[in-house]
T-cell receptor
Framework: DTGVSQNPRHKITKRGQNVTFRCDPI?????LYWYRQTLGQGPEFLTY????????KSRLLSDRFSAERPKGSFSTLEIQRTEQGDSAMYLC?????????????FGAGTRLSVL | GNSVTQMEGPVTLSEEAFLTINCTYT??????LFWYVQYPGEGLQLLLK?????DKGSNKGFEATYRKETTSFHLEKGSVQVSDSAVYFC??????????????FGTGTRLQVTL
């Protein structure tokens, strides 16, 4: 169990550029979640996958955001045409169903700065 | 919708002082409740949880009791240490299978413990 891994840890980009983040969940965890955390706030849910199926998306996830989990293992989150308001910490979490309270384990996050 | 309200920080305490961080929630049904901790530069870590009314979660000297009548889940520790300095997040997940246990977080409370 090596924990949830997110790459890159930091990303600086110019407004209008596209960015992609990767999340590698804990092996054998079938659920994968994306959250966004802005300064001084708690994380906010964006979307989640069960295996390779994306089953729920928040209203926060505009059309410029897309997430995939093609083989039910790692996931990517892409933001197209970035805006300054996209600057935040993007957190990934994973969990395994059937383990009681469905405890989510978080990665260290990818901090995005849009200039 | 679901929501979590935490006391605002920062909370500054001397080592060995008693800690209380208040958390109240609004949810439909009977959610699971969590406290997560975020140390500087690290990801969110689960500190403790409770899944039903009157359950007490505990870990590393921290405790919180699920109070349905007051919709609260206050975090307590009898004697804090400098190493407890971190940001603490209260969170809930409802048990509706359709929402897949996505977490709703409070805004976080920063704890600073001094010698």
């Amino acid at each position: 169990d090596t924990g949830v891994s997110q790459n890159p840890r930091h990303k600086i980009t110019k407004r209008g550029q596209n960015v992609t983040f990767r999340c590698d969940p804990i092996s054998e965890h079938n659920r994968l979640y994306w959250y966004r955390q802005t300064l001084g706030q708690g994380p906010e849910f964006l979307t989640y996958f069960q295996n390779e199926a994306q089953l729920e998306k928040s209203r926060l996830l505009s059309d410029r955001f897309s997430a995939e989990r093609p083989k039910g293992s790692f996931s990517t989150l892409e933001i197209q045409r970035t805006e300054q308001g996209d600057s935040a910490m993007y957190l990934c979490a994973s969990s395994r169903t059937g383990t009681g309270a469905d405890i989510q384990y978080f990665g260290a996050g990818t901090r995005l700065s849009v200039l | 919708g679901n929501s979590v309200t935490q006391m605002e920080g920062p909370v500054t305490l001397s080592e060995e002082a008693f800690l209380t961080i208040n958390c109240t929630y609004t949810a439909t049904g009977y959610p699971s409740l969590f406290w997560y901790v975020q140390y500087p530069g690290e990801g969110l870590q689960l500190l403790l949880k409770a899944t039903k009314a009157d359950d007490k979660g505990s870990n590393k000297g921290f405790e919180a009791t699920y109070r349905k009548e007051t919709t609260s889940f206050h975090l307590e520790k009898g004697s804090v240490q400098v190493s407890d300095s971190a940001v603490y997040f209260c969170a809930l997940s409802d048990k509706n299978p359709g929402t897949a246990s996505k977490l709703t977080f409070g805004t976080g409370t920063r704890l600073q413990v001094t010698l």
